[in-house]
C-alpha cells in the first residue's frame, strides 16, 4: 500500500522528533554520569528528560496520528501532562533531599537556600 504525501511527511518527522528525544535521552545519561552529587545529577536529569520526553512522545503522537486518531489523543494528553509535572518532580526531589541535609560536593561555598529551610 503506498502511503499519502501526509502519512509519509508525519512518519519522517516523527523519526527526526524520536531521535532527537533520543539524543537528549543519552546526553542526560552521561551528565548523569558525569556530575559528581544529588544536586548536580538532578538539574542535569530535569534538564536532559524534560525535552527528550517531549521530543520522544510528540514523535509517537505524530506517528500514531497516522494509524489511530483517537488513540494519538491519549498520548497528547500524557504529553502535555507530563510536560508540566515533570520539571516540578525534580524541583520537589531535591527541594527534600536539601531539606533532609543530603551534603552537597566539596567545595561549594554559597548556600542559597539555606535561608529557606522551613
Known sequence: MILGFFETFCRIL???FIFSGLFFFITATVGVIRMPDLYNRGHVAGKGDSPGFF???LG????ELT????????????LFF???SH??????ILRVSFIKKI????????QYLEKDKE
Open 103 to 110: 551534603p552537597f560536593m566539596k567545595g561549594t561555598t554559597e
Open 87 to 92: 520539571p516540578i518532580i525534580i524541583h520537589a
Open 14 to 16: 516523527a523519526s527526526i
Open 82 to 84: 507530563m510536560f508540566y
Open 55 to 57: 521530543l520522544t512522545l
Open 67 to 78: 494509524i489511530n486518531p483517537i488513540q494519538s489523543l491519549k498520548i497528547l494528553l500524557i
Open 60 to 63: 509517537i503522537w505524530l506517528y
